[in-house]
């Protein structure tokens, strides 16, 4: 990527913390550091320690002058119109203006859109994703996101919504509750909280069953409690792993259907199970593939190193920011 001003900018804003990077055009996060999200309750308080955090950054490597843009991934963030909607994890009212409160303190162009989103860019433009023009991103963490892309370019919708395949309903009778107000979203089986109910609930059904996983408090036990007894030959944690995968798979045959997809492409912590998780979700996908893609669609993990993803993914669009 050849330019004037070889650098661009990426913020990561979670829940807890705000990461920030400053990265190359071959994807290398050159400096980074972060700052807690929820310690100002006033955005303009929270903007200038950003602000003082990444002058900080692009001083340290002379980088004054070579910003070509800033890229943002933030919970619920609209990439038509700059805004964060319905923030429930942020410290502030919402809709927030982020976009243009960044432009307006930094003066340099500023692009912003939901973290999958930021993710599928950052695998397209440094990752998996590399020279293909039809996938779809799963981020398998907390909860399930998603990042759709047809024809090299990523989905937005008239909205800017598009592409939230974590609250598809793939349970309408007994759902589980979802944070959305809905029962039976994909996230609430297939996140890695959603891997930790179906331990508990197992632990529950099969009540006289032996399981490492009984060692621990039911309401403490997490997704990695339940891959490390998986590994350890536990029969419950790996049927867990099956039922999820099971699920994911019949999801992902149904997604295909959508968009024809050349691969989907996993990101996140569930993501790294291997096998005890691809396993059953392949044999679901294809046992549930309609027969024109039976063999077809390719499931591929993430290629970004974790520690750098969530910026990277983020500052990918900030090779966009110029046109915003």
Known sequence: MVNSKPYVIGIDMGGTNTVFGIVDAR????TSDSIKTRKHSNINDYIDELYAGITRLIESIEAQDKIFGI????????YYTGMIEDGVNLPWPTPVPFAQLLRDKFNIPVAITNDANAAAIGEMTYGAARGL???????LGTGVGSGVVVNGQLVYGHDGFAGE????????????LCGCGRAGCL???CSATGVARTAREFLEIRDGESSL???IPI???TSKDVYDAAMAGDKLAKDVFEYTGNILGEALADFTTFTSPEAFILFGGLAKSGELLLKPLRESMERNMLSIWKNKVKILPSELKEADAAVLGASALGWEAKDK
């Open 27 to 30: 994807g290398v996060v050159l």
């Open 71 to 78: 890229g943002v991934g933030a919970p619920n963030a609209n």
């Open 133 to 139: 023009k039809d996938f779809i991103m799963i981020t």
């Open 165 to 176: 395949l974590g609250h598809v309903i793939v349970k309408r009778n007994n759902g589980r």
């Open 187 to 189: 996230e609430t089986y």
């Open 213 to 215: 996983l009984r060692n």
């Open 219 to 221: 309401d403490e036990i």
